[in-house]
């Protein structure tokens, strides 16, 4: 935890273990820093089964429509697009399967990553009271966090399930990489989340601006339509690294023909690497974060 | 009881913002600094920051209990926040020995929603406890919190006490090491502060060290062996419970004391709309009244000096308890003065306690004019060991009107000589005279069984030898 220096047995005058709190980084002893990780991963998996618990139950309590409510943005999402398609309003190039179908896969596999950024900020807000008073494994509440949005997921999987059916699309051999396809989303818009977390929790610009940056990055995002070949617009799936995990994990369960496969790996290792290091800043930037808000 | 350390704080200081766009901008910085291990500027001040706690040290072993006092904004909770590992120091070191439970804030870990019990089993594990050790522990939770018929309610229902009542049961039934206590207990009804209090002096008893934050000082004296007083961030007296709680009560009551008399001094110059009305319409008539000049009053008696003398008629600003009290006021009145009326009132800590007044007891001779003195003599002075200060003001004749400011003019002690004097009853008793009732009164309690009397009780008090 913050600054914790786990003596540990060193001391012989001490029965129980001793903890040491001093203005030193935690970066000066990274050894002694990535053990007291990795141990509070592991004390935090009950506390997280708990909050998340707590937070599934509770959040949808005080509201009428309930569970209605995890499925309500994709289905407005791919009503609206299906709608402005059928219009003719918007011109979308030809897909490979029924654009419906399309823009359903889309949206919902945009929505696991969007839930992904959304979650590390989300969750810290809500329990700034608690980080404020009292002293836990940290990593808990992101644990939490990312069990709310595979939960969110995994109830929209219904509608995802509900299309194919409908449309009779069959799934490929492929379709059984779709999970490690679709947690490298996840990781990619955890690792965003994680990064923002301590500017997010100091100004609230953040948390304001996100919604707005995330609703325009899916429209930069092959979600509702295919990935641009033409230059200028082919610049998207390069430069945007959603735009390869979403193709890829899209073709997962459609066509069966990985054609991004490559940038797919790199993204990939590269958010798990970012991630590892976001880890580290919360850590060291929570301290702080408390001590700001002054709650 | 063992020696063993559990907490040692070494010369810890934490620095805070007053302007909350600096802060978080500083804690950009804080935070860089440490992702690039540079220190935060130690010692050095940036603009708009002050010490929230400066160079605190103390140490509290097993079988301890320290108590934290001082006023709002001291540093209290920020040095409990730290002993928490919620923040971290700025400078110096805290260590931390064994498994630590907290009660930072009342109800911080419920959720409204969910049901006591629910949040029973999220509290416990948020301080790190084990779903077979919480379920061990869920009656007897459940029984101290005294909430057996509502743990299935939503805690949105609770009350303040009940929530405090839980969140207290919760942090002490799990048998921590360390137990660091903010003024939580402060929303229970009696009886639960009470059970609170037998709670804590048991963990201690069981070698436990606790840590706890009050403003109840009659709890600190009762169950901290050690204090730690903070004023602004510094430390004002560390040692003995006992004494670091009479020197603070001590301190509150001058802080007190110099109010009121501030008040008194602002007093000074203001009449009433009523008052001028009435000197003008009477101003021909009677030369008893005070004259005004530019609206601002001037007085008709000028007090010179006001002296406490005690029966031996030696001159003194400390009295035993009960003994003889004489107050000496000398005064010039510039022009005759018809039979002003003097009166006293008695302060404590800014409120009056009570009041000797002329304007109940009766007129003086008919006129006065020039220097002069009166004695006031109040046998056996009715006042517990406390700091009192004397209001002293003139009215006119009628007891309408004011001829001399309102302003305090002495100040004086009952000290606890002569205390013995009375059957106090067990260790708490002095504490009790000393922090109740300013007014002592002599009594009498009879006993009766039907309607025989069995026993007298006198609190008479017998004059020392």
Redesign the interface.
């Known amino acids: 935890?913050?600054?914790?220096a786990d003596m540990g047995n060193k001391s012989k005058?001490?029965?129980?273990?001793?903890?040491?709190?001093?203005?030193e980084?935690?970066?000066?002893r990274p050894l002694v820093m990535f053990r007291s990780m990795v141990k509070d991963l592991s004390?935090s998996r009950?506390?997280a089964?708990?909050?998340f618990i707590?937070n599934i139950?509770?959040q949808y309590?005080?509201t009428f429509l309930g569970y209605l409510w995890v499925f309500l943005p994709p289905l407005v999402t791919t009503v609206t697009f299906v709608f402005l398609n059928a219009q003719k309003i918007i011109r979308i190039s030809e897909t490979e399967i029924p654009y419906p179908a399309y823009v359903m896969i889309g949206t919902l596999l945009w929505q696991g990553f969007a839930d992904a950024v959304l979650s590390p900020l989300k969750i810290i807000n809500q329990s700034k009271?608690?980080?404020?008073?009292?002293?836990?494994?940290r990593e808990a509440l992101i644990m939490a966090g990312i069990g709310e949005v595979l939960f969110s997921f995994t109830i929209r999987l219904v509608l995802m399930f509900c299309v194919f059916i409908w449309y009779r699309i069959p799934l490929p051999a492929t379709a059984i990489l779709a999970p490690a396809g679709i947690l490298s989303m996840m990781a990619l818009g955890l690792m965003f989340g994680i990064v923002l977390t301590?500017?997010g929790v100091?100004?609230q610009d953040i948390e304001k601006g996100l919604p707005l940056i995330l609703g325009m990055w899916m429209l930069l995002t092959p979600v509702v339509y295919p990935l641009p070949t033409s230059w200028p617009a082919s610049l998207l799936s390069k430069l945007n690294p959603v735009s390869p995990l979403l193709v890829t994990t899209r073709e997962m369960i459609t066509t069966g023909t990985l054609t991004q496969l490559h940038p797919f790996l790199i993204i990939l290792g590269v958010t798990m690497l970012l991630l590892l290091l976001g880890w580290v800043?919360y850590r060291?930037?929570l301290?702080?974060?408390?001590?700001?808000l002054?709650i | 009881m063992s020696e063993?350390?559990?907490i040692s704080v070494d010369l810890v200081s934490k620095k805070?913002c007053r302007y909350l766009k600096k802060?978080?901008w500083?804690?950009?910085q804080?935070?860089f600094?440490?992702?690039l291990?540079?220190?935060?500027g130690?010692r050095r001040l940036r603009s708009g920051e002050f010490w929230a706690l400066q160079d605190v040290s103390v140490e509290v072993k097993r079988g301890e209990m320290l108590g934290l006092i001082g006023q709002n904004g001291a540093g209290k909770s920020t040095l409990l926040?730290?002993l928490?590992?919620?923040?971290?120091?700025?400078?110096?070191?805290?260590?931390?020995?064994?498994?630590?439970q907290?009660l930072?804030?009342l109800g911080?870990?419920f959720?409204p929603?969910?049901t006591g019990r629910?949040n029973i089993?999220?509290n416990a594990?948020?301080?790190?406890i084990?779903?077979r050790k919480i379920d061990k522990a869920l009656p007897d939770i459940i029984d101290f919190a005294g909430l057996e018929d509502f743990i299935d309610t939503p805690v949105a229902s609770y009350s303040s006490g009940m929530k405090a009542r839980l969140g207290f049961s919760i942090a002490t039934q799990l048998d921590p090491?360390v137990l660091l206590i903010d003024e939580v207990l402060a929303v229970g009804d009696m009886a639960f502060q009470e059970k609170c209090m037998r709670r804590m002096d048991a963990l201690r008893n069981s070698d436990k060290a606790i840590v706890f934050v009050t403003h109840s000082l009659y709890q600190v004296e009762a169950l901290c062996n050690k204090a730690l007083w903070l004023d602004k961030g510094s430390v004002v007296q560390y040692g003995d419970a006992g004494e670091v709680v009479r020197a603070y009560l001590d301190n509150q009551e001058r802080r007190a004391m110099e109010e009121s008399r501030r008040e008194g001094i602002d007093y000074q110059g203001r009449v009433t709309e009523a008052t001028r009305a009435y000197l003008t319409s009477r101003d021909n008539r009677s030369t008893a009244q005070k004259t005004i000049r530019d609206g601002h009053s001037v007085d008709l008696v000028d007090i010179t000096k006001v002296e406490l003398v005690d029966s031996t008629g030696e001159v003194r600003d400390e009295f035993p308890f009960y003994s003889d009290f004489l107050v000496r006021i000398y005064y010039n009145a510039s022009k005759p003065v018809f039979r002003p009326l003097f009166n006293l009132r008695f302060l404590h800590n800014g409120r009056g306690v009570f009041e000797v007044s002329m304007l109940i007891d009766g007129h003086g001779p008919e006129w006065v004019e020039g220097a002069g003195m009166v004695e006031c003599t109040i046998p056996s002075i009715p006042l517990t060991p406390k700091l009192y200060d004397i209001l002293l003001f003139v009215r006119s004749g009628d007891g309408i009107a004011d001829i001399s400011t309102m302003r305090t003019v002495a100040n004086f002690r009952i000290t606890d000589d002569h205390l013995d004097k009375i059957p106090l009853v067990g260790p708490m008793a002095m504490n009790h005279i000393r922090q109740g009732s300013p007014v002592y009164l002599p009594r009498t309690w009879r006993f009766y069984s039907g309607k025989t009397l069995i026993q007298t009780v006198e609190s008479r008090y017998h004059e020392p030898e």
């Open positions: 935890m913050p600054n914790l005058k001490y029965s129980v273990p001793v903890v040491v709190y001093s203005p980084s935690q970066l000066r004390v009950e506390l089964w708990r909050l707590r139950t509770a309590r005080q009271s608690f980080l404020a008073k009292m002293h836990f494994p301590p500017l100091l100004f800043l060291l930037a301290p702080h974060l408390i001590e700001r002054n | 063993e350390l559990l805070f802060s978080l500083y804690g950009v804080d935070i600094a440490e992702i291990c540079r220190d935060n130690g926040k730290m928490n590992g919620l923040m971290k120091p700025d400078m110096g070191t805290i260590s931390i020995a064994g498994n630590v907290a930072i804030e911080a870990g959720n929603v969910l629910e089993y999220i594990a948020v301080l790190g084990s779903k090491d």
